[in-house]
């Protein structure tokens, strides 16, 4: 397990002055890249090594959002390794040690060289050491798509999208997504399943759907095969 404090800063907050669900989920790729650097395979390593850890599915599980000025702690552990596929634990605990959000997520390990999968060496396995998993309801890493969903403005990637690996970062989907939510939705889950990377200059095509408590965004080429799918469910 890897864990860091924090604090929660004016600049992460919503105008109700609590943590939004973007800032949750930054916190959250920030610790993974935390305990990769001090295990010797961050960015700059796994650049040399010509490998990357993508990102295959989140899955955000909100009990409260910490406010501005909250202390938190922000942790993450690996539970399994099977194959190429890699899948993490995350949490977000106040200051009393109440659990406020928990997350789930699933990860391939890609060779640059050839953009195939490949198998960890014993090395990156026995750095990471394997935690129990986390006791929350874990939902299934496909979402399935509505029916029919509703059309949206396209988005072109821009420079601000990228992460290091010159691709859209996992979080710039999530904010895609999230500027379509009804005003006053408060998300209790967020689900999102990773389809393919998209770069700079191209053009992606949002699709929506609000049924119930669920609010569906996907997010697709000119042909309608999505980069990624986002699910949010509302709380009651």
């Known amino acids: 397990m890897y864990t860091f404090e924090s604090r929660i800063r004016y600049s992460e907050a919503d105008n ?4 939004t669900m973007a800032s949750l989920l930054n916190y959250f790729q920030d610790v993974t890249t935390f305990h990769s650097e001090s295990l010797g395979f961050g960015v700059k390593s796994m650049k040399e090594l ?5 990102l295959n599915a989140w899955q955000i599980v909100v ?5 501005y000025c909250d202390k938190v702690t922000v942790g993450t552990m690996p539970y399994d390794f099977k ?3 890699g899948s993490r634990n995350f949490f977000m605990k106040a200051e009393d040690g109440r659990y406020l959000a928990k997350g789930n997520s699933l990860w391939t390990l890609l060779d640059l060289q050839n953009g195939r999968p490949t198998v960890p060496s014993e090395d990156m396995l026995n750095a990471y050491a394997l935690s129990p998993k986390l006791d929350m309801e874990y939902a299934p890493r496909k979402i399935a798509l509505p029916t029919q969903m509703e059309d949206e403005e396209p988005i072109m990637v821009k420079k601000h999208h990228l992460d290091t690996n010159n691709h859209v970062n996992n979080g710039q989907y999530v904010n895609m997504a999230m500027d379509f939510l009804p ?4 998300v209790k ?3 999102v399943e990773y389809k393919k990377q998209a770069f700079l200059g191209d053009v992606i095509y949002p699709s929506v759907s609000y049924e119930s408590n669920r609010f569906v965004v996907r997010l697709g080429d000119a042909e309608g095969s999505p980069y990624a799918v986002v699910e949010f469910l509302e709380k009651e």
Do not use: H, S
Request: net charge negative; no cysteine; aromatic share 16%.
């Open 83 to 85: 194959g190429f596929f």
């Open 50 to 54: 010509q490998q990357a850890w993508v």
């Open 189 to 191: 889950q967020l689900r």
């Open 63 to 67: 009990e409260e959002m910490p406010e």
């Open 183 to 186: 005003e006053g939705f408060i």
């Open 16 to 19: 109700n002055g609590r943590l």
